[in-house]
């Protein structure tokens, strides 16, 4: 047992200050522009902000998975509306972007290399917990790094939108065993049997009130990236055109293809059917 000599004193901790609290030495150092163009810094705040939103959002998304997993869909509500205010920030933020002219661009545009919004993995790990699975993306990131487990561990983990509709199942509704079962790395395909199941929920809101409530509120977030996509749309044509991505990417054309995806899909199908 280490023995403690009474007239030692311990020397006293160091006072908390705003600075070393947020470690703001650290993150205001992490603006490295590779030009000395003007615009380039807002280029890479505005990305590195992207990022950190993304990341609360992914830490939100998980806290209320954990709950409508364990049966508790009203305690979800809070993160999900945070979520969606998240996504609403995240949303304006290309209004500021677009202040960068094209000719601002293409200033220090070569200096981006091959870098391209497709290798944020954090993205990807967003749509993987929220069920849009495509494993293709993990050829954006190096095998065996800290990025490709993660996203390779969402992929292969169940979403969100597979935990709430296990709890349509335990509410009672008719939900297939392979919809249930479905392997969790493959993407969702829509269900006529969970459509009816929210057509149910939407048909009788008193009866069953915290699903149709986690309904609204998974909208709401199907709906954020949705309007998030088309503004990145719009910014990215309002700043290169046609042209193709830095990654080699097809830029706006691939963008306007990711409009027509959802989350969940028979939350917007079932309004046609009520």
């Known amino acids: 047992m280490v023995q403690i000599r009474m007239n030692e004193k311990s020397s006293p901790a160091s006072p908390v200050t705003y600075g070393g609290y947020l470690r703001l030495k650290e993150l205001l150092s992490c603006q490295r522009p590779q030009s000395d163009q ?16 993304m990341k609360q959002a992914i830490h939100e998304i998980g806290a209320a998975q954990r709950e409508v997993r364990g049966g508790n869909l009203v305690p979800a509500y ?64 190096t095998p065996g790094s800290d990025e490709y487990k993660m996203l390779d561990a969402a992929l292969h983990a169940p979403s969100f939108y597979d935990d709430v ?22 993407p969702y395909e829509s269900s006529e049997a969970v459509e009816s199941a929210w057509l149910a929920v939407y048909r009788d809101t008193q009866r069953h009130w915290p699903l149709y409530q986690l309904a609204e509120k998974l909208i709401d977030i199907d709906d954020a990236l949705l309007t998030w996509r ?8 309002r700043i290169i055109g046609r042209k193709r991505g830095t990654g080699g990417t097809e830029g706006v054309g691939y963008l306007q293809q990711t409009l027509t995806r959802r989350a969940f899909p028979e939350i917007w199908s079932l309004r046609t059917k009520l």
């Open 230 to 237: 088309h503004r990145h749309v719009l910014t990215v044509e």
């Open 78 to 141: 809070k993160h999900l509306a945070r979520v969606s205010r998240i996504q609403a920030v995240m949303t304006q933020a290309w209004d500021i972007l677009a202040t960068m002219t094209p000719a601002d661009y293409l200033n220090f545009r070569e200096m981006l290399g091959t870098s391209s919004g497709f290798q944020s993995y954090q993205f990807r790990a967003l749509e993987y917990q929220l069920g849009l699975k495509d494993a293709s993306f993990l050829k954006f990131q």
């Open 165 to 186: 509709i296990a709890q349509l199942a335990k509410a009672g509704f008719a939900i297939p065993s392979n919809v249930l079962k479905r392997p969790s790395d493959a």
């Open 38 to 53: 003007h615009d380039e810094l807002l280029f890479v705040i505005l990305h590195q902000t992207m990022e950190l939103w």
